[in-house]
């Protein structure tokens, strides 16, 4: 991946123009993903769930627009969005949603399992809070190796619950490791509100392990880069961990099929957000300001990635199902150097 | 008789008990105004209130935990696990104190709880929403296993469980919960630990737990086209287990097929199995077989999924060959 | 139990006298209990393993002496303490502790499983945090059944690495249910420093949660004994949780087994500890100065409740193992009131 | 040959792993200075230092979720979990996280962890510290796990653990770590999947596991003085487990026991034993035996414990029982 952006909103915006457009492109990505995505839902060509990330593009771009394709992520069950900001593909995304060959999990996983090892996506996870020690463990793991590679781990507000996390921020505040805990709060946990299930404070209970707590506008994709920025190189040198707790919101509903979601939320809250806080809208709206780009460059830009998206879709819905004998490959993976071993041995 | 969904037939059987039992209570994730994502406990929250229907935070752990300590302290805890899959998440709490209190303190104390929870495949939900446990926790003394197969069983089950004074975990079939059958409207209970015989036959015995039932009904069907008659029996309970009736069955049939959900290995189908083939050795015509789920984690992919599982028709065709004899040849 | 003391520390002590007594006495019944079981282990009469509470009784008694036998207690595998300060007797808890039949649980259960059901002990526990969730269990069954029941949760220092506590915590302060969370940090948990084992402060990890903490001196028995009372009153009127560390320490090895220390914990600080700090020895000067005992009638309890131990020890020696036929008792309780239901059903 | 103790030849294999790959780290409560409660990790933090000998808060679902996360990225983690009874915390790490990785991303991760455990009552340490879980995690695909029954098979099995790509479980029996057996100074590997016949035998097959491999050699003893020749098989590994040895051997004998300390439902006996009575049918003449652990929590007191395992006296009566052929007359 190319050299980051040091993103600071308002100073020399053109300099950083190829950074600004990078990732003003990603959240556009998220965000047609994400309408492709539940169109497949609503148009019942996708099997099973999915939960949505749309409204949450800024958290997942600012941060992983911080990271290299060394350092880790973890993701959680609404993970499209930190998959493709870390720099994921449409095609193997779509036919993994789909059950496909070719999915990046050869369809095994689906939109709860995408992992994208290639680019440090260590994986989503369908258990709330499951990857809180994944993450820690390949932050340990690149202290361990004596490599500088930092850990994102993903996960929402519901997941402060799971005593889990309490276990691990207190080893990695011990032990010093390179992981930044992100907690996107989107104020609901599936169809309860943050206020409901979360007593005192987020950002005090990381503190209280000693850990750096940051709260950051998750709308403001600069605002996340730069924090995010700093923190991995602090974690990079040992100064870590850290926790930032970001505000933020989703879209639609806990899952695509969550339709009527009046008893638990208001619709009125639902457009002052889209009107007001949008994160793609209003990074466009700050980019022609500053004259980075025009809004025919936005339109086009959206056009291109509306187009590769269909796209992308057209080859999942075309593409072949894993075959048969699949079906028990993969539960275990070869040794090759145990079995050379043995047979020299048993020689 | 009306008809209901199993889905109502859970709810109908808490509502009841809540009403005849004060101390009975609900706690779980989005269990009040969401009535669960499944729907199954709608409307309870209104007629009992947040006191008794208790919203938690994503704390598995937690909220079992202190079912436990409310259950050994007057309270009788309904504790809903979301998806079966998250049992990992409470097994200490689970195995370690729910289940051995009673036993560690010479009978003392007792934890009157029930967990309901689910199980089955086939919902494209991959491996970490699809699994079916419910072995596990048959291993473990001081736990009872209900596994209901229909709405009717659903209800009685549910009944019986909350009036145990002993902690019960019941599995429901995530993909029955729409399933109707003919429940009555009088209040009935259904006993642990005896087996229900599904349908009457002479050639064969087919037992199934939970969706099992069915599957096992539905090969006996294809099978009676071919003239093979086969008992479907249903252990409802698989702790306790009726191991009487399952037996007296095989005695008369002299050929037995176990199918469960639950992988094959190490699971459920080799518990009934071994029992039948020790217990009614001199009676077998041919080997007791079992048709677990593939000992494979769930596939998302539903090219794939749908190999995991058993079928009527799998289930038929390895009763034919039983019945035909053809395993004995394989041995 | 009688009315407890509303003890305040150089406030007319002979008035408080029979409080202040009964709490000694707690503690050297505790303190011989506790020698007996050690001499027991020492000599191979007792089976398996335990682990000494010696050095810990103020805790226990300053705790227990503020709640009644409706009050709830969970205790640990260091539990001894709590057992006989929640006011069990010593032959069933001598009894239990050699597998006997007249022991609390029948000999099922051991030392790290005694539980005294009719003076409210909920049971020790043999996984480190395992009773956190249900003493805030037994707090929520309270609250729901209407009582103003208090439950107290006995844990130490390292069990505060359990996340299960976590999880608890913030349901006990969502919905201010009456527990005291009451860490007994001793320093240690096993062969382990805490602080190398606790990052940051634990009085900061409650307080994230909203929830109010306090520290205080767990070798000082009124110290420890007024603030509960006052977190007890106060919790019974719905202004709980609370949570307390008690500075403590203990006499032993981490069990009786553990006696070569040094590699972990130095002969000094023991004897520091023991020479300055012994809870009992410093209230028995206490008392004295303050008129309300002499030194020989300190002798004379002493004398007494060692030969009451003693004299418990030789009968659970003489005691009767459980019948064979119990070994498959037990597992399940019976449900008498499902049983009827069901005849009367299928009559 | 020299003679060591179990402890001293798991401690080898260890130290001998991570001489050899510097990827390989042990992590666990009190496993440095202390070298765990059992001392079998002593003097290893002294060689390999605390980067890779690192000792935990009291965390298990935190650390084995760390070691997950290690081994997804570059690294070998030894989990040490002190005692078995403690796998019920991390069972979510270890079931929905280690065992599903490889398969839900297609084969692109995979998680080479071994997690060190142990088993066995009769140490009088009560329900939560005695219990023999191995059954569960066998029930769990993607899983591995070794039941090593002496000190040269610790040593063989924890070597070919460590070097094996995917999560392997091993269980030690705690009452065996100062068991000496007679273990070669030169390197080996023992592969998985390969049982031991122990002791060859005509009349009746043995199979034990973990410590039941010395009962079942002590029956085998026993048997020997009353004229009944008892073949002895270690399965080394119950996942995967060597079927083809098993069956050839039953279907030499015609007669089987299956011995283990788990409790005896829906555990370790039913599922062999279930593959007996289905494969090695036709040869059978007298139904497959199951010794388990009785189905209770392991109860403290000394007088009711050893009641609840498994004795070599048992276990020679039910052989005898079964080669008398009475075991016919109760079908
Ligand atoms: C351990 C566990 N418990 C419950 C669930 C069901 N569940 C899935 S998502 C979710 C809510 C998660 O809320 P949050 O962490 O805030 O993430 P968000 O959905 O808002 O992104 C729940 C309860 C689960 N998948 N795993
Ligand atoms: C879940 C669990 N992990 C580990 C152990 C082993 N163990 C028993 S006591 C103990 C130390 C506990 O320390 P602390 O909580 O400070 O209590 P203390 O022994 O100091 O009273 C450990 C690690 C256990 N019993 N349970
Ligand atoms: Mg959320
Ligand atoms: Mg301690």
């Given at each position: 991946m190319a050299a980051k952006a040091a993103a600071k909103k308002g100073t020399a915006p053109k300099g950083n123009a190829e950074d600004y457009l990078r990732m003003y492109r990603q959240m556009v990505r998220i965000r047609a993903f994400e309408d492709n995505a539940n169109q497949l839902y609503l148009s019942a060509k996708m099997p099973g769930l999915t939960h949505m990330y749309s409204g949450q593009e800024a958290v997942a771009v600012g941060i992983c627009e911080a990271l290299t394709d060394d350092d880790k992520i973890t993701s959680t069950h609404r993970g499209h969005g930190h998959c493709v900001a870390k720099g994921a593909d449409f095609k193997a995304m779509f036919c993994e949603l789909l059950g496909?060959?070719?999915?990046?999990?050869r369809g095994k996983g689906g939109s709860m399992h995408i992992a994208d090892q290639s680019h440090g996506n260590l994986g989503a996870n369908a258990i709330v809070g499951g990857s809180m020690g994944i993450a820690t463990g390949a932050a340990l793991s690149a202290q361990l190796r004596g490599t500088d590679e930092v850990t994102v781990c993903f996960f929402g507000d519901g997941a402060t619950a799971q005593g889990l996390w309490y276990e691990v921020m207190n080893m990695a505040a011990l032990w010093k490791l390179p992981v930044i805990y992100a907690c996107e709060n989107n104020g609901y946990s599936e169809y309860t509100k943050t206020e409901e299930i979360a007593a005192g404070s987020l950002t005090a209970r990381a503190e209280a392990f000693g850990i750096e707590a940051h709260k950051v506008d998750g709308q403001d994709v600069l605002a996340v880069n730069e924090l995010t920025q700093k923190l991995v190189a602090r974690a990079r040198k040992g100064e870590g961990p850290f926790f930032i707790e970001l505000d933020t919101y989703r879209y639609h509903g806990h899952h695509v099929g969550d339709i009527n979601r009046e008893y638990y939320r208001a619709k009125d809250e639902e457009s002052e957000w889209k009107s007001t806080r949008d994160p793609i809208l209003n990074f466009g709206k700050w980019l022609t300001e500053q004259g980075v780009v025009s809004e025919d460059d936005l339109v086009a830009i959206n056009d291109e990635i509306r187009a590769d998206a269909e796209a992308a879709v057209a080859y999942a819905e075309a593409a072949r199902y894993p075959d048969?004998?699949?079906?028990?490959?993969?539960v275990y993976v070869d040794s090759p150097e145990l079995d050379a071993a043995l047979s020299k041995q048993s020689a | 008789m009306r008809e209901i969904t199993l889905s109502k037939a859970v709810n109908e059987a808490i509502a009841e008990e809540m009403r005849r039992d004060p101390t009975v209570f609900l706690i779980g994730e989005d269990v009040a105004e969401a009535g669960t994502p499944f729907k199954v406990l709608a409307g309870l929250v209104e007629e009992f209130g947040t006191k008794r229907v208790i919203d938690t935070p994503i704390s598995e752990p937690g909220f079992t935990g202190m079912a436990v300590g409310a259950a050994l302290t007057g309270s009788r805890p309904i504790v809903d696990l979301m998806f079966g899959d998250f049992i990992f998440l409470i097994m200490d709490q689970l195995c370690n104190q729910a289940a051995k209190a009673c036993y560690m303190s010479g009978g003392k104390l007792n934890v009157p709880l029930v967990l309901r929870t689910n199980l089955g495949a086939t919902r494209r939900s991959a491996a970490q929403h699809s699994q079916s446990l419910h072995a596990l926790v048959a291993h473990i003394p001081g736990l009872k296993v209900a596994m209901p197969s229909s709405a009717y069983e659903a209800k009685g089950l549910m009944k019986t469980a909350i009036r145990d004074n002993n902690p019960v975990v019941i599995f429901e079939d995530k993909l029955m919960y729409q399933d109707k059958a003919p429940v009555p409207e009088e209040e009935y209970l259904i006993p642990f630990g005896k087996a229900n015989i599904k349908r009457e036959g002479t050639d064969i015995t087919l037992i199934g737990t939970s969706s099992m039932v069915q599957v096992a009904e539905k090969a006996a069907a294809l099978l009676e086209k071919d003239g093979i008659s086969a008992e479907v029996i249903d252990p409802r309970t698989i702790v306790p287990l009726d191991e009487e009736t399952i037996l007296a069955s095989v005695r008369k049939t002299s050929r037995a097929i176990v199918i469960d959900?639950?992988?094959?290995?190490?699971g459920v189908t080799g518990e009934i199995a071994s029992r039948i083939s020790e217990k009614a050795f001199y009676h077998l015509d041919a080997p007791v077989l079992r048709m677990g789920a593939m000992d494979v984690p769930v596939p998302f992919s539903p090219a794939l999924e749908d190999l995991t599982v058993p079928t009527p028709e799998a289930v038929a065709e390895r009763a034919r060959q039983s019945v035909r004899g053809e395993l004995f040849d394989a041995a």
């Open positions: 496909k060959e070719e999915g990046y999990c048969a004998s699949e079906v028990d490959m993969h | 959900e639950g992988h094959q290995s190490y």
